[in-house]
């Protein structure tokens, strides 16, 4: 992701592990520093099982922790 320039916040090794915050609303920059981990999540993932090639798909609902870093960050989407 970081050579696309999208950097995982909480990534330690191509993300913004520790990110300045600077210019960042207080309250958004608290969020992102106290993030305790990588900002990865898969909603839903479709593999073929290895013995009969058959797709079988996992669901997983966005974590709350997510949630409220989307909820921190999307207000700074829509201001610029």
Same mark, same amino acid.
């Given at each position: 992701?970081?050579?696309?320039?999208?950097?995982?916040?909480?990534?330690?090794?191509?993300?913004?592990?520790?990110?300045?915050?600077?210019?960042?609303? &207080?309250?958004?920059? /608290? =969020? @992102? *520093? $106290?993030?305790? %981990?990588?900002?990865?999540? !898969? #909603?839903?993932?479709?593999?073929?099982?290895?013995?009969?090639?058959?797709?079988?798909?996992?669901?997983?609902p966005? &974590?709350?922790?997510? /949630? =409220? @870093? *989307? $909820?921190?960050? %999307?207000?700074?989407?829509? !201001? #610029?």
């Amino acid at each position: 992701m970081a050579a696309q320039h999208y950097p995982l916040v909480g990534d330690p090794l191509y993300g913004l592990a520790t990110p300045s915050g600077k210019g960042l609303p &207080p309250e958004v920059r /608290q =969020t @992102l *520093l $106290a993030f305790p %981990r990588q900002a990865l999540h !898969a #909603t839903a993932l479709t593999l073929s099982h290895p013995a009969d090639d058959d797709e079988i798909t996992f669901a997983s609902p966005l &974590p709350a922790d997510m /949630q =409220t @870093l *989307l $909820a921190a960050l %999307r207000p700074l989407q829509s !201001a #610029t």
